[in-house]
């Protein structure tokens, strides 16, 4: 069974300092893991993607995450946060590998930024 | 912009209307999803189409019906509705199809429904 768990609901840092938002994962096959930003009153928007190549992945707005399998683990980075940071993360799994895409979201974490 | 559209953004009803919720997605995408977004159940799978066909149900009420029309535009029917079925619902759209490697979702901007 695939589940996600994001270890804080609320995150906050003063500007200029990095991020990390963490998220551990539960699969039973190789998964694709994602992490979404969600503005206030908007929709999701996709950061970045892990797909089984690069452990490292690259995403918008100068995040990125690391896949680490002996860990379960896919923390979301920043080096510098920005006050345009400031949103809900989600930490998405995915499981391709039955006939229907089956998609868990984490609980999400508040990321706030201190001017 | 995320290329999907969802009508109407703003819905206000009472307690056992029905109402009907629309989703384009994005051109060439065959797959659209459903998800409710509440304060209490955060953001949930409610169901997927894929090409006109259910593929997967998540945390669906028996109330809760959709489709996906020939032309790809998706409807999700919320009937004999209550109080706590004010969210936000939002559509997703991807590629996805059977042998996709992963699944990379695009949502709309939501509609939220209020129900008084």
């Known amino acids: 069974a695939q589940s996600v768990t994001q270890l804080d609901s609320h995150v906050s840092v003063s500007e200029g300092t990095p991020v990390l938002l963490r998220c551990n994962y539960s699969?039973?096959?190789?998964?694709?893991l994602f992490w979404y930003v969600q503005h206030p009153n908007k929709g999701l928007q996709l950061l970045l993607k892990y797909t089984s190549a690069a452990t490292l992945v690259k995403g918008i707005n100068g995040f990125e995450a690391e896949f680490k399998k002996s860990e379960t683990s896919f923390h979301l980075t920043k080096p510098s946060a920005h006050m345009s940071d400031a949103a809900e993360y989600f930490c998405?799994?995915?499981?391709?590998?039955?006939?229907?895409?089956?998609?868990?979201f984490g609980s999400g974490t508040r990321l706030s930024i201190r001017p | 912009d995320s290329g999907v559209t969802q009508t109407p953004k703003h819905l206000i009803t009472a307690t056992g209307q029905r109402v009907t919720l629309r989703c384009s997605p994005r051109?060439?995408?065959?797959?659209v999803y459903w998800y409710q977004q509440s304060l209490d159940q955060g953001l949930q799978f409610l169901i997927q189409?894929?090409?006109?066909?259910?593929?997967a149900k998540g945390n669906i009420l028996e109330r809760f019906s959709a489709q996906q029309f020939p032309d790809l535009h998706s409807e999700l029917n919320l009937s004999s509705l209550e109080l706590g079925d004010s969210a936000l619902y939002f559509c997703a759209s991807s590629s996805w199809s059977s042998g996709t490697s992963y699944n990379e979702q695009f949502f709309g901007p939501g509609t939220r429904l209020t129900v008084l």
């Open positions: 998405v799994v995915s499981d391709m590998r039955s006939s229907a895409s089956k998609i868990i």
């Open positions: 051109s060439g995408d065959l797959s």
């Open positions: 189409y894929y090409n006109g066909e259910e593929r």
């Open positions: 699969s039973s096959y190789s998964p694709s």
